[in-house]
């Protein structure tokens, strides 16, 4: 019954604003840490970002840093991903995750491995 569900992608233009939604059922987000992940045609599937409400943190590649920013929104089960100055290397496939519990301290919140639930993705296009 564990589900997530992403959507929110599309085609933008650089310089442009998208804002990911990922609607999670089965399971409290105040209880798990979610992750987004992005992987474009030829390259590796990375992290992009984390959010954990229990512990209240996040975390963001570098490459984003300063442009992405993840939320939730507990009472509506929803995590966030506003992505804003989108430059075409951020094309991809969006994905978000659970992570697993019992992970946050023995493992990098972006090994993908740690994540037991994904969503089924959403394209974000970036080009003129």
């Known amino acids: 019954q564990v589900q997530l569900v992403e959507s929110g992608g599309g085609l933008v233009q650089p310089g442009g604003s998208l804002r990911l939604s990922c609607a999670a059922s089965g399971f409290r987000l105040d209880s798990y840490g979610i992750g987004w992940f992005r992987q474009a045609p030829g390259k590796e599937r990375e992290g992009v970002a984390c959010?954990?409400?229990?512990?209240?943190?996040?975390a963001y590649v570098d490459s984003v840093q300063g442009r992405f920013t993840i939320s939730s929104d507990n009472f509506e089960n929803t995590v966030y991903l506003q992505m804003n100055s989108l430059k075409p290397e951020d094309s991809a496939v969006y994905y978000c995750?659970?992570?697993?519990?019992?992970?946050?301290?023995?493992?990098?919140?972006?090994?993908?491995?740690?994540?037991?639930?994904w969503g089924q993705g959403t394209q974000v296009t970036v080009s003129s």
């Open positions: 959010l954990s409400s229990r512990y209240g943190s996040t």
């Open positions: 995750a659970r992570r697993m519990r019992g992970t946050r301290t023995t493992m990098p919140w972006n090994v993908a491995l740690t994540y037991d639930y």
